[in-house]
């Protein structure tokens, strides 16, 4: 976790440990972190794991050297010191153990020195020459009567804590000996804000969120965040995340347990990023840490960084041989590989120019190189060049593969002559069905030429456009021709129009003849349409010119796809014979089925088709996805379409009413084989109950269907800001006690002594607001706010807003009546019965001369004389 100060998020963790803990050791982990405080307490050099706070086990104890790349575990066993010091930097106690010491009750000597208050506690160990510190600072109670908000306040050892809570509960405690205790709040939950008046007069303000019946504060900046560390002509760059504080103290240190000099003080930044800059030129390698300053107190160091020089790695990008299609799966290897024998971690990318085309995390094959398989997609065919870039960090240097030429084909496209006869006679009319098949689901579309490409010479019969199939990525081509000459040709399929498409073509050998006797094939079935899977009956007459036709074959196919063979049995009594097949249609929609009948020994070959079998429609469900029964804002209605064929995909589009009013249409988006998606955003419905309906009308393969969901939609979830300000009156340097407060609402806040306030989590809103701002023996002022779009400071420190003394009697006007009511307890001090601190304007303890003249100042004056608007 970057930032500990986040309300709520410490919470969140330690309920996470708790849990953990509970599992594994007796000792509860709340209860150890409330005096402890470790994770606000992050340390500079080290940390100790198995630790209890001032209680350990030598021979349990393990000390890591927390950050750097090459990370250094201590042995067990290794010797320990340690060394606790009061709030003014006084020992307390010290000591060390020798491997192998039962346990160290640092608490009972504590106890026995009857301290009480903030102390520092240093842990040390020594391995390979590294010495191991930590050092953290804690709440020490010797009786452990830490209750309600507790802790600590760095660089500061007596003074007034103060606590404000959401229900404008006002608490002090005193800080002694660098400690404090405020009982008071053990039973106080919600959102308390804590303040402190520092050494220079400014005020430390710190905001928890309290859930518990004791919190443990650590009173002090938020410890700055993302420190990250370069290095450029010889210099060392930091840079880290800022508050927008009073100033930061950057630290450092040659080894990463020895003693961080503070190298820089009070460095300024904005909240965005504060940047500072070692000017190093001795070739020393430095550890760095931050801490943040705010009013002479002083934040935890941040996590510690060095500057290593990363890795030099090489990146080369491979890629298996083969032909590529637009639109077909590409994948690519990227294998990145370090000169020192590390592997690389991280990711890659593939870039087309500046285009950004795959990305992939990179994974360990061996000591020293890392690979990442990534797919890429092709839109336009052509020759692509890529670079594949590893992406480096602070231990990889980045590296560039050479550039690679990936050719990428048209859409492939296959051609079959179908179901035309191998032998035919003079004149016989021939129906020539050109099946074009792409690939990846492309329909393919442009134009066939058909040519007779005999021994003389090629001559074009004709040429058609495909026509998308409904079904499929399979498109159709026809011509009917019956000028075929006697003799042996060859029909070729040319296709020669289509920019998205490879040209291709095929061809198939016919023979024209005299010697073979003419035949007549029709082809029919017992129902049309037909349920889907249901088995239908197709029947093939065949008919010849001389007499009944007793030997041969029907092919019967559903357009290029052979579903049956059958032998013509002659009908008796009849001049014709069948062949009779019994089949189930496994896909909706239109079937453009043929029959074929061949016999290479007497009869020429006919084609029966039966081009317009409809398979009745789909069976599917459509369900109107909205993602909860209540919502607001902007909306996402999506309806989802799902059947049971693999081989068909719905068209159209899904309607969406509200109750009976149309709000608008989606196409649909193929979500895989069987399901498809259509959705609409919408932000255009009112607050209160609705009936949403998604209606699809269906199409030639899919039956319409439709579903409804209700919802209740509430106003949209307003952004919230905070108001704050600085207030002051114009007679007394105690700034506290204002009442200010948002009219027409439960928003409320009162000023600390120095007049500042807050309101916090006020709803955005175009219409503004009204701030009344209130005090006993004060005029009243309205402040207005012609909207809310944005945290609003009224006033500022420097230039604090004026709220004039002298309406005793609150009635919206300083006149002789507030004069009458002073003079009324002229000279009684706050001493004396009947004393009044409304009256004593000034608050000096006695109602005199100088009340009269603060009222003086703005004789006259209403609530209407405050120039009101911000």
Known sequence: ??????????????????????????????????????????????????????????????????????????????????????????????????????????????????????????????????????????????????????????????????????????????????AFSAKELKNVRG?????????????????????????????????????KVSSENGCINLAWTGEGLQGYNVKRSSIPGGEYVTIAENIIGDKEQVIFTDDISDGTRYYYTVSAVNGGIESLDSPIRTWIEPYATSTVIRQNAGSFEVDSPVAFGVEVTCENGNYPSGSVIIREGDMVIGEEKLQCTNSNMSIANITVYFALDGEHSITAEYIGNEMFQSSKSMDFIVSIEKYSLKLMLSSVPSISVPGQPLVLTAIASGTYSTLPRGTVLFIDGNADKNVILGESKLTPLSTGNKGIAEITVNSLSEGEHYIVLHYVEGEDYLKTFDSVRHLVSNKYIATETTLKSNYNPIAYKEAITLTATVKSTKGQATSGRVVFRDLDEVIGTVDIVPVEGTDYSEAVLKKQINFVGIHHLTAEYQDNDTYAGSVGRLDQLLVSKERNAIELNIGS???????????????????????????????????????FEIIDETKAAASLKIKSLTPGFHTITAIYNGDICFNGSS?????????????????????????SKDCSGFSVKIEGNDYFASTNSLGYFELTDVDESDAGYSISITKPGHLKRIISLEKLNGDVQIGNEESKIQIWPGDIDQDGTINMKDVIMIAKLYNVSSKESGYNAGYDLNQDGVINISDIIAIAKHFNASTSSYNNAI
């Open 1 to 178: 976790m970057d930032d500990l100060d986040i309300i709520s998020s410490e919470d969140k963790l330690v309920d996470l440990a708790e849990e953990t803990q509970r599992t594994v050791e007796e000792m509860p982990f709340k209860a150890w972190y409330g005096r402890q405080g470790c994770l606000k307490q992050k340390p500079a050099n080290g940390v100790f794991i198995n630790a209890y706070p001032l209680v350990y086990k030598a021979s349990e104890v393990n000390l890591i050297e927390r950050y750097g790349f090459n990370r250094t575990i201590m042995r067990r066993y290794d010797d320990l010191s340690w060394k606790i010091t009061d709030f003014s930097g006084q020992e307390l106690i010290s000591g060390n153990s020798n491997m192998g010491d039962d346990f160290a009750d640092l608490s009972k000597m504590l106890s026995e020195s009857g301290y009480c208050g903030r102390i520092k506690v240093v842990y040390k160990s020594e391995y390979e020459g590294k010495v191991l510190e930590d050092v953290s600072y804690q709440y020490w109670d010797p009786f452990q009567q830490e209750l309600g908000v507790f802790g600590i306040v760095p660089n500061i050892n007596n003074g007034i804590i103060k606590f404000y809570t959401e229900d404008g509960m006002t608490m002090e405690a005193s800080i002694i000996n660098g």
């Open 191 to 227: 959102k308390i804000t804590a303040s402190i008046n520092t050494y220079n007069g400014q005020v430390l303000y710190k905001t928890f969120n309290k859930n518990e019946g004791d919190y443990y504060l650590y009173m002090a900046p938020p410890v700055p965040v993302d420190l």
């Open 629 to 667: 029964d209540t919502v607001s804002g902007e909306q996402v209605l999506s309806a989802d379409l799902t059947w049971l064929e693999k081989e068909v995909f719905p068209t159209g589009s899904v309607v969406f009413k509200d109750g009976d009013n149309v709000i608008g249409e989606a196409s």
């Open 707 to 731: 579903d409804s969901e209700n919802i209740t939609v509430t106003a949209p979830l307003k952004k919230k800001y905070k108001i704050s300000g600085w207030l002051e009156s114009g007679s």
